[in-house]
């Protein structure tokens, strides 16, 4: 009986992520066009970060963010490493250098994260799970780390609203979100997705 339960909590889980993509690509279609134009205008490069990260079960795909770093981020970063505030295979720096002005902004109220709504429409991704870590990341996964990836990832997770500005230690994260696999329901991703707007709102982002 549990197992049905679940079984239909997971069915209204994909249900409630395609309604609310689907009506919030198209809502904030105009909020898209405008974010896009200053991306192209604030510095050279795409306006869209191809994303290459791990979902579930360990499977890679491509999302998609608005770019928020200079285009030649991604390999200043091993110069970056030694600044590493997070212990264990992820990389986090609070003054990254290779953040534009403008992505400031876009990471700070998470407006970066947008375009993710398209994985979330294609079953890639959900509105709530644990975060996606990036290819090159997982590879670097010990087996206990792996464990988070039983579930489907999201944009936004217990870690987001519960101080992942203030967490630096990975097992941290990993631990979170073991605990948010194994206490899963609808309710409790009503309750993230709730304390997520005022995080959004109050600029507690990245």
Request: aromatic share 10%; hydrophobic share 45%.
């Amino acid at each position: 009986m549990l197992n049905m339960l679940k079984e239909r909590q997971q069915l209204l889980k994909r249900a409630m992520d395609l309604v609310a993509s689907s009506i919030l690509l198209v809502g904030l279609a105009p909020l898209f066009l405008i974010l896009a134009l200053l991306v192209k205008c604030s510095s050279p490069g795409p306006v869209l970060y191809r994303w290459r990260v791990v979902g579930r079960n360990g499977v890679p795909f491509v999302g998609y963010k608005f770019r928020s770093m200079y285009v030649d981020a991604d390999w200043r970063k091993s110069e970056l490493m030694a600044e590493n505030e997070m212990s264990g295979p992820v990389f986090k720096m609070s003054n990254d250098p290779r953040i534009t002005p403008l992505g400031r902004v876009l990471r700070k109220y998470s407006l970066d994260e947008l375009p993710q709504l398209w994985s979330v429409l294609t079953d890639k991704m959900s509105l709530v799970g644990p975060r996606p870590p990036l290819q090159s990341e997982y590879a670097r996964f010990t087996d206990r780390q792996r464990l988070k990836l039983q579930a489907k990832p999201g944009i936004t997770c217990l870690w987001q609203v519960n101080g992942r500005n203030e967490i630096s230690n990975f097992d941290e994260w990993v631990d979170m979100d073991l605990q948010y696999i194994q206490t899963w329901s609808l309710a409790l991703d009503f309750k993230i997705l709730l304390k997520t707007i005022p995080a959004v709102v109050l600029g507690k982002g990245k």
